[in-house]
């Protein structure tokens, strides 16, 4: 009876333990983040995106160690959102602003207003209670400015197209568009994860080539991009089931 005893308090405390372990995991995104905001400032821009890179492949799978370990259930006093959300927006937001500011990409007037930009519509989207639809996209433009920033500094724009871009983005983040969450949409599953490892391995190739990688690669990372970026307009083919006579 005494072990039997022993073994359910340790059951539990094994598990707060396993669940506060997926938190600090998540944290350790913000790491990453002060890792690349470094990197950022010495204009080590291939670090900074590395950093960015590692920062979104904790973000990627945490949400899914969280679920298995049933995180909320056995640590409700942490949200586990409201801390993916801070680190997401130093990772997402705070440091590619910071490399529109400083990153050379336009004038400096036209700089500040830009990543200001990115920073107010993007603290307001991460505010929105409606970010996702109920089957799980994104709605608005998702704030993945890590991802729009290191194709600023992939393919050579004119500093105004940069601007118009962003522009069009911060307007994006407030329409109800639809944009797909790689991991959580059904629909294409297999095809979007697909796609995304292709990314990743394409993204890799830029960075270790000092984001100035084959054509080839450019081309890939930009198929890829209109992929993810038209998926939520494309129309489905599943039809409502008709009502039974």
């Given at each position: 009876?005494?072990?039997?005893?022993?073994?359910?308090?340790?059951?539990?405390?094994?598990?707060?333990?396993?669940?506060?372990?997926?938190?600090?995991?998540?944290?350790?995104?913000?790491?990453?983040?002060?890792?690349?905001?470094?990197?950022?400032?010495?204009?080590?821009?291939?670090?900074?995106?590395?950093?960015?890179?590692?920062?979104?492949?904790?973000?990627?799978?945490?949400?899914?160690?969280?679920?298995?370990?049933?995180?909320?259930?056995?640590?409700?006093?942490?949200?586990?959102?409201?801390?993916?959300?801070?680190?997401?927006?130093?990772?997402?937001?705070?440091?590619?602003?910071?490399?529109?500011?400083?990153?050379?990409?336009?004038?400096?007037?036209?700089?500040?207003?830009?990543?200001?930009?990115?920073?107010?519509?993007?603290?307001?989207?991460?505010?929105?209670?409606?970010?996702?639809?109920?089957?799980?996209?994104?709605?608005?433009?998702?704030?993945?400015?890590?991802?729009?920033?290191?194709?600023?500094?992939?393919?050579?724009?004119?500093?105004?197209?940069?601007?118009?871009?962003?522009?069009?983005?911060?307007?994006?983040?407030?329409?109800?568009?639809?944009?797909?969450?790689?991991?959580?949409?059904?629909?294409?599953?297999?095809l979007t994860l697909a796609l995304l490892a292709l990314w990743a391995v394409l993204a890799i190739v830029a960075v270790l080539e000092d984001m100035r990688p084959d054509l080839?690669?450019?081309?890939?990372?930009?198929?890829?991009?209109?992929?993810?970026?038209?998926?939520?307009?494309?129309?489905?083919?599943?039809?409502?089931?008709?009502?039974?006579?």
């Open positions: 009876m005494a072990m039997t005893t022993k073994s359910l308090s340790a059951g539990p405390a094994g598990r707060r333990t396993l669940a506060f372990a997926v938190h600090i995991f998540t944290a350790s995104g913000a790491v990453c983040g002060l890792l690349a905001l470094m990197a950022a400032v010495e204009g080590h821009w291939a670090l900074m995106f590395a950093w960015l890179g590692l920062a979104l492949f904790v973000d990627g799978i945490d949400g899914t160690m969280a679920r298995r370990a049933k995180v909320g259930e056995v640590l409700p006093r942490w949200s586990g959102d409201t801390l993916d959300l801070v680190v997401d927006y130093l990772t997402y937001c705070l440091v590619p602003a910071f490399a529109v500011a400083s990153g050379g990409l336009m004038p400096f007037w036209l700089a500040v207003a830009a990543s200001a930009t990115i920073l107010l519509t993007s603290a307001l989207y991460f505010a929105d209670t409606s970010m996702k639809t109920d089957d799980l996209y994104f709605q608005g433009f998702p704030a993945v400015w890590n991802v729009v920033v290191f194709y600023f500094f992939l393919v050579p724009l004119n500093p105004f197209v940069i601007a118009g871009i962003i522009a069009l983005l911060a307007v994006g983040t407030f329409l109800p568009i639809k944009f797909v969450h790689p991991f959580r949409v059904v629909r294409l599953r297999l080839w690669v450019t081309v890939g990372l930009c198929a890829c991009a209109l992929y993810f970026t038209l998926f939520g307009a494309i129309p489905s083919r599943k039809r409502a089931a008709e009502p039974r006579p």
